[in-house]
């Protein structure tokens, strides 16, 4: 049986293959086609998954779009005659597109196939359509080790639900209980967002990473006014404050007299009063998160606990959830937000549409560490960078991962391009920019030579997983980067009083530890742990950095520069490096010295980038 699984149309389209119940492969649009967050129907996306499995169009039994546009279009109608005629507004910039394009989504993307692979396949017969909420609970469960779990999924709005409580056992998932727009924890997140100057549904963390700066000095403001927490958890949002169901704008003039003034213009700069408001909806997100996950715990009985949802990405909530303890397991959806959809909507419509049993996972999870997207032979790396023009040498794979971990160790930022690419907004070793985390500079460096932007965020450490307890408060499996923890104790440097005194992005510059380039001001890190059994390459690389350093930690940030999508094939990877300070660049088994490279083909990025 395979299905395949789409996303589109609102942000970061995506696609997935799933046969007999197992995810063969998945990947997001905007890695092909090159622009960042691309929405648009997920033609590359889906040919790749094709492909990966070695099927024709022909092959493909059910193609299952990850939401429902007429429920959809329900809450747009019933939002517009509650707000009416305040709601006239935004409801008449929707309406046109709605009509001509999601509204008959089943022709729209039968239409798709029909013009990508003709006219010979009835598409229309094989189309179904999965609820926003349920895909991301399906994400979310199926592919989890567990055999019985709660689902907690949380985002903006699907179509009209914005948090769902499930319960999955074997291969039935049944949801339980609905919170429903407009009250939208996410929703309640983009508007400080959006106040705080960043972009919604791109920018909320960076918020997140802003919050250690601050004081959570609005979080009583934000409860007498915003949003009244019940003790299980459930919520609801004032919404005399906010814009989202009758303007354009996350918030409005009552929400910038609340919080002393008007949203911060982007790329100004940024104050305490920002560092602050993040700090204080981080603090309540954090609260509303304990809160449900406890009432779940409490009415359910379940021990494990499963999230999916773009509020799962918050890692510090769940760093927050782990650490109370309140389930004895927890399993994050890596894609949690929509291109993950895709994959939920597939899984969900082989188990529960379909009555398809749960195959036994293999290894850790049924994710494959989510490393799902294209590969390339050592062949095929070769000839793609020689018609690049690039200059390399072919080590065999002991030579690489011992010539690596040198430049590494010699405080060389490298690029780092093996196997299948990641599915999900986070770099986890196979299109990775690496760095030795013990060096102060390398946070700097990383930042303004490479990544061309000036971050108040420190870069996330990959760890050993059999070490992680030795340098984090953290001994747990975090794989996909979704958890933050402390550093541990006897790795912290106390600040002095003069530091104390610094403000802003001056304090990150201050070493909090051993291993400055990934502790955040709050001695906090945002941690993968690194398996054997899911990428055993990245695994020997830090094996072999260990050996000689010490340190079983490295720097890993996304191969991009701001404003680009994660890099995907080894041309994106040598243009990357041409275009950036990186020292070396691995592809497979190619090693690529930035000196010895052709100075006719560098590129100036740092100029041409778009903002984030
Ligand atoms: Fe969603």
């Known amino acids: ?19 007999d119940g197992r995810v063969i492969a998945a990947a997001q649009e905007e890695r092909f086609t090159r622009k960042k967050h691309d929405a648009r129907f997920p033609e590359q996306a889906i040919r790749f998954c094709l492909q990966a499995g070695g099927l024709r169009p022909a092959d493909v039994d059910h193609v299952v779009y990850y939401d429902k546009p007429f429920l959809k279009f329900e809450r747009l109608f019933e939002t517009y005659l509650a707000f009416a005629p305040r709601g006239f507004r935004s409801f008449v910039t929707a309406l046109p ?24 396949e009835d598409w229309s017969g094989r189309l179904l359509f999965s609820e926003h909420h349920l ?41 339980h209980r609905e919170i429903h727009f407009p009250h939208s924890l996410g929703l309640l997140y983009s508007a400080f967002t959006y106040h705080a100057g960043f972009r919604v549904n791109a920018g909320e963390y960076k918020l997140m990473g802003l919050a250690p700066y601050g004081e959570p000095r609005y979080v ?18 004032d919404l005399e404050y906010f814009d989202y169901c009758t303007g354009l704008r996350m918030t409005n003039q009552r929400f910038d007299a609340l919080f002393d003034g008007p949203p911060r213009e982007p790329e100004s700069r940024i104050t305490q009063r920002e560092m602050d408001l993040a700090a204080s909806i981080q603090a309540v997100t954090e609260e509303v998160v304990l809160k449900l996950a406890r009432g779940i715990r409490r009415d359910t009985g379940q021990k494990n606990l499963c999230l999916a949802g773009g509020v799962a990405l918050n890692c510090v909530a769940n760093g927050r959830l782990l650490q109370e303890r309140i389930f004895d397991r927890l399993w994050i959806q890596p894609a949690a937000g929509d291109a993950g959809g895709a994959l939920g909507a597939a899984l969900g419509a082989y188990h529960l549409l379909l009555g398809g049993p749960r195959p036994e996972p293999t290894g850790m999870d049924g994710m494959h560490g989510s490393y799902l997207g294209p590969e390339y032979t050592q062949t095929e790396i070769e000839s793609r960078l020689t018609a690049a023009g690039a200059v390399f040498t072919t080590l065999d794979d002991e030579e690489c991962v011992d010539w690596t971990a040198r430049a590494l160790a010699e405080g060389k930022a490298v ?4 196997g299948r690419m990641e599915f999900g907004p986070r770099a986890l070793g196979s299109r990775s920019i690496l760095a030795d985390p013990r060096l102060a500079t390398a946070q700097k460096t990383l930042n303004l030579k490479i990544k061309f932007r000036e971050s108040f965020r420190p870069f ?23 958890l933050v923890a402390g550093v541990s104790s006897d790795r ?5 009083p003069a530091q104390q005194e610094l403000f802003g992005i001056d304090r990150l510059n201050v070493a909090r530890s051993v291993i400055p380039a990934v502790t955040h001001v709050d001695y906090s890190a945002r941690v993968q742990t690194v398996h054997k059994e899911t990428n055993p390459r990245y695994h020997a690389l830090i094996a072999r950095f260990r050996e000689l350093t010490g340190c079983p930690v490295l720097v890993n940030t996304s191969f991009n520069v ?38 006719g083909l560098r590129l100036s990025y740092a100029d041409r980038h778009e903002l984030d």
Not at 157 to 162: L, Q, R
Not at 592 to 598: D, G, I, K, P, V
Request: charged share 25%; with cysteine.
């Open 460 to 482: 996330a450490p990959s760890v050993l997983r059999e070490h992680v307890a030795e340098w984090f408060d953290l001994d747990a499996d975090s794989p996909y980067m979704l």
């Open 415 to 418: 690029g780092w391009h093996q």
């Open 220 to 237: 009583e403001r934000i409860r007498d006014h915003l949003i009244d927490i019940k003790d299980d958890g459930s919520f609801a949002l």
């Open 492 to 496: 912290r440097l106390p600040m002095t």
């Open 135 to 175: 895909s991301h609970a399906a994400s979310a469960y199926f592919p989890s080790p567990f055999s019985e779990a709660a689902v907690l999924t949380m985002d903006g709005v699907g179509e009209w639900t914005t948090t769902s409580l499930a319960i999955g056992q074997g291969r039935d998932l049944k949801v």
């Open 1 to 19: 049986m395979n299905i395949l699984g789409i996303s589109a149309y609102y942000h970061d389209a995506a696609a997935c293959l799933v046969v």
């Open 562 to 599: 701001r404003g680009e999508p994660i890099v995907c094939t080894p041309e994106d990877a040598f243009r990357c490096f041409m275009g950036t300070g990186i020292d070396v660049l691995v592809v497979g088994n190619a090693v690529l010295r930035a000196e010895e490279q052709n100075p």
């Open 97 to 120: 597109v709605w009509l001509k394009e999601k509204l008959f989504q089943k022709l729209v993307i039968a239409r798709e196939f029909r013009r990508i692979w003709g006219d010979q």
